[in-house]
Structures are given as C-alpha cells and as structure tokens.
C-alpha cells in the first residue's frame, strides 16, 4: 500500500481516521500499531514477522542496556550484540546478493565454479525501520533516553505508517512524549491535511511526470548532449518532487494523529556548497550519519587528516545504505571528498548572501552526483557522462522528440520556477544557522506538544498567523481570525485542493508507480 493510491486514500486512511478519533487516548498508540502493521503487511505478510521480530528483539537490547547503566562495560556489551544483529539481517537482506554476485565475478574469472545463491527479496522499509531501532539503542546506552518498558509505544514509534516506508529516519527520544501527550486540534489537523495534498501533488503531478522523462532518456543506447542534460535535469528535479513529496505527505499524516515529525527538506537545491547541500537534503538521514557514524568513528576530534578520513568513510557507509550497487559507493566518495574538500577550504556553510557563480557549481556538482546514483550499473553512468561533457549535438534524438510531450516540458519548466521562487524566497526569510540542525523537530513546535504544555498555538501566536486559531487549555476556541484576513491562504487552499483532486484523477488513469525510496 502506498500514500499515492486509491486504496489508500478513500479505504485506509478514512477508515483509521474514524477509527482513531472515535477510540480514547488509552487505545490510540495500540490502535496506530495495528493499522500500520496492517499497512505494511498489505505488501507482504510474511515479512512482518521479520519486522516485528526486530522491533521485540531492540525493545529487549533496550531493557538490558537500561539495567546495565549509562554507558557501562555491560551495557556495551549489550549494546555491541544489538548493532551487530540489527547490521546482519539488514545486511543479509540487502547486501547478500551483491556480495554473492560480486564474488561470482571474481571466481569465475579464475575458471571456478561460481556460488548459486536463490534471489533474496529485498523487505520494504527495512533500512528505515533498522536505523531506528539502532538509534534508540545507542540513545539508552548514551543516557539520552531511558529504555521504555512499553512495548506497544516502542512497536509503534518503529512501525507508524507515515514514515515506515521510506522516512524521515525518526529518533524514539524526539517522538517520547508525544506518545504520551500529543494534542489534536482544529488548526492541527487542517495542517496536517493541507501538507499531505502538498506532497500529493508534488509526487503525482510533478514527480510522475518527469519520472517518464528521466527513465527514456536514461534508456537510450546513444544519447545526444541535449538528451543526457535533459535526463539529468529530469532526474534531479524528480528525485527532490518525489522523495519531499513523500515526506511532506508523511508529515502531515502525523499532524492527523497529533505528531509532530522532524522536516526532511529546506530547499537544498538552493545551495552554494556541497556542505550547505548536505544541510537541505534528507535531513534525517544526513543528521543521523552524523550522530551515530561520524562521531562514532571519531568526528572532528582527531587529526585533520583523520576528519577527512571520517568525513569520506561516513558518506561512503552512506551511499551504500542506499543500495547493494557500486554506482552508490562511487555517489558517496563523490560527496565525501567534496564536503572534505570544503572543509579544508573553510567553506562558509550557512551564507547570507546568493552567490551565482558558487550555486551554479555547487548544482553542477549535485547534478553530476544524481547520474550516477539513477544509472544502472557504471556503463550507463559513463554514457550519461559522455555525452553530457562532449558537448557536441544540444539537439534532441529522433527517439526523444517523438515520446517528449508538450506537459512533460511544461512540467519540466515549472518544477524549476518552483525550486528557484521557493528557494529564494526560503534563502532571505529563513536563512540558515551557523551550526548544523539537531536532529529534532522546530523547538517551539516540540514544546507545544510535549507533557509540560500541552496546547495548541496561543491568542498572541495565532494572530501573527492568519491561519491559525487558539485555543485555551480546556480546548474553548479563543481566538479565530476574520475571514476577510484569512482570503490569501484560503485562496492558496482552494488551489491546492483543486491541484490535489486533479492529481487524484491524474493517479487514477495512469499505471502504479512507486515512491523512489521504496528501494531503500
């Protein structure tokens, strides 16, 4: 089942919104539980046995951390056969038929016979749901969250259907006391609805659309210059309508249920450095890599050559976490020694002021990247590479000019206004911290949901906001805008749910077609 189908947005989700805000607050973590599970196993039910297999086994690794003590040779130890389990099965799943395949090469090269292994089918969502449960075991032997003796609020803080599937990597401790004490207001939930068709039409309006694009283009055994620079900008502009498209629509399905999730995106095809970049993209992931692998290994603390060391082996680690392909390991070298390159320069990672010449190489750069990581196999990445750097003939093949249709241009040609308007507009009101993002949601957007108060915006934080509307504690509206203020986001609704039903007619007369990530 996927967020982009029928099913889903006229069975699923109707029928466990009922659900949900028909039950008490006791049953709602339970009731979250069993739907996700149901929603993950609607692709396979065999497979949820591995995956609530690994969920009982980390709440255990957890339990026996937390009777160890803080950081504790016991605890270490415990900590050491947890990591060690939750790397070997993801491992077995996702790297067993590489490995075998990859050995095979290398035998046979010598007249041997090669090794025949039956094909292991990759479970989806396996390398999410692992980096969570690896997270919160390290997060109870460090001492930044205790082990939870609920097993129905751990299960389902590994198992919540928004972002099982392909993220944002979420962190147990971030997530805690909204399992507790979450609240579900008016305003709460018309944001959350308002972010989900947000996501909806990126990844079925625009994503979809280039995807067809891409894939051709991608496909053609000789590429012109023009055909391998429009796949790449295809791709590029796919992959970012796609994957924040499905966080967005992850996000706001936990606005529904009164969740709050870490953003995933900030307009990262705005910046000026492959640093900045990594700052934007994937947020998640690229802060947990750098919680519980580039500190692990050593961060900043030692030499200067052994900073780059960890910095290169981090997004090498990385870009095998993507895929059991060496197109993934040469993508993250690729950033690995750009984000070591920049730091020995001193790179400027948050800047105040747009740099043409410095955004232009750093989306270059970026560019460069996303063809590999979309090729097959290195063959097809050469011949993207070829053609796109021997500048030779910027027209299109015979074979491009007959499948490009006119929305398929026009698509191309808004997805970028939109990136550059968003961008810019992004780059002056929210321009970014000197320090990198925690790994957390906004702060002020945790508190209002957390034990200490739990309520929703005040009168004051309302009116700054003409969508909003307050309320007291005892849930009595207090305050609710006139309407003549609210007619410019009422209007941008308005055109969003027209995109959004458009889109859901668009999903309707065309074939299936997955989120990206679900690979991953």
């Known amino acids: 089942?996927?967020?982009?189908?029928?099913?889903?947005?006229?069975?699923?989700?109707?029928?466990?919104?009922?659900?949900?805000?028909?039950?008490?607050?006791?049953?709602r973590n339970l009731l979250l539980l069993?739907?996700?599970?149901?929603?993950?196993?609607?692709?396979?039910?065999?497979?949820?046995?591995?995956?609530?297999g690994v969920t009982v086994f980390n709440y255990w690794i957890g339990l026996r951390i937390g009777a160890a003590g803080v950081r504790t040779k016991a605890a270490q130890r415990w900590l050491l056969l947890g990591v060690v389990v939750d790397l070997c099965v993801l491992g077995y799943f996702k790297y067993a038929n590489f490995g075998v395949d990859s050995l095979n090469e290398i035998i046979t090269s010598f007249g041997m016979q090669p090794f025949v292994?039956?094909?292991?089918?990759?479970?989806?969502?396996?390398?999410?749901?692992?980096f969570e449960s690896i997270s919160y075991i390290i997060d109870v032997y460090r001492g930044d969250t205790p082990a939870t003796h609920n097993l129905i609020d751990f299960a389902a803080f590994?198992?919540?259907?928004?972002?099982?599937?392909?993220?944002?990597?979420l962190r147990f401790k971030d997530l805690v006391d909204q399992f507790n004490h979450r609240t579900h207001t008016v305003d709460k939930f018309a944001e959350g609805c308002t972010r989900f068709m947000q996501g909806f039409v990126k990844k079925v309006f625009i994503a979809d659309t280039l995807a067809?694009?891409?894939?051709?283009?991608?496909?053609?055994?000789n590429p012109t210059t023009g055909d391998a620079w429009l796949g790449a900008l295809a791709y590029t502009a796919q992959l970012y309508f796609d994957f924040s498209g499905y966080s967005d629509m992850a996000i706001g399905l936990g606005l529904m249920m009164g969740f709050r999730f870490m953003e995933n995106f900030n307009q990262p095809y705005i910046s000026q450095s492959i640093t900045e970049f990594w700052r934007r993209w994937h947020i998640s992931l690229s802060t947990w890599l750098r919680d519980y692998l580039y500190i692990s290994l050593g961060g900043n603390r030692g030499t200067t050559f052994q900073t780059y060391r960890n910095l290169i082996l981090t997004m090498l680690l990385g870009g095998l976490w993507h895929g059991a392909n060496v197109t993934y390991i040469i993508w993250g070298a690729w950033h690995g020694v750009w984000l070591a390159i920049e730091r020995a320069l001193g790179?400027?990672?948050?800047?105040r002021v747009l740099n043409p010449l410095k955004w232009a190489f750093t989306?270059?750069?970026?560019?460069?990247?996303?063809?590999?990581?979309?090729?097959?196999?290195?063959?097809?990445?050469?011949?993207?590479?070829?053609?796109?750097?021997?500048?030779g003939d910027w027209k299109l093949s015979e074979l491009n000019r007959a499948s490009l249709t006119g929305l398929q241009v026009g698509t191309l040609v808004i997805a970028y206004l939109v990136l550059a308007f968003f961008g810019i507009r992004q780059f002056y009101n929210q321009p970014m911290q000197d320090k990198a993002p925690k790994a957390a949601a906004k702060t002020e957007q945790v508190n209002a949901d957390g034990p200490a108060s739990a309520q929703p915006r005040t009168p004051a934080m309302a009116r700054?906001?003409?969508?909003?509307?307050?309320?007291?504690?005892?849930?009595?509206?207090?305050?609710?805008?006139?309407?003549?203020?609210?007619?410019?986001?009422?209007?941008?609704?308005?055109?969003l749910l027209l995109l959004f039903a458009a889109s859901v007619l668009k999903l309707s007369a065309q074939s299936y077609s997955p989120f990206l990530y679900f690979q991953f």
């Open 158 to 169: 590994v198992a919540i259907f928004p972002h099982l599937i392909a993220g944002p990597v």
């Open 212 to 221: 067809a694009v891409a894939d051709h283009c991608f496909a053609l055994q």
């Open 464 to 495: 700054q906001d003409p969508a909003a509307i307050a309320y007291s504690p005892s849930g009595a509206a207090v305050y609710q805008p006139h309407w003549m203020s609210q007619l410019p986001v009422l209007a941008t609704r308005l055109a």
């Open 34 to 52: 069993v739907a996700s599970y149901i929603f993950y196993a609607w692709w396979r039910v065999d497979f949820l046995l591995l995956f609530a």
């Open 363 to 391: 989306f270059l750069l970026v560019i460069v990247g996303w063809v590999i990581f979309r090729a097959e196999n290195l063959h097809v990445a050469w011949r993207m590479y070829e053609a796109m750097f021997s500048f």
């Open 347 to 351: 790179v400027n990672a948050a800047p």
């Open 117 to 130: 292994l039956t094909h292991i089918l990759l479970p989806i969502g396996i390398s999410f749901y692992t």
């Open 1 to 27: 089942m996927v967020f982009s189908s029928n099913v889903f947005l006229f069975l699923f989700l109707p029928v466990f919104l009922g659900l949900y805000y028909l039950s008490g607050n006791r049953y």
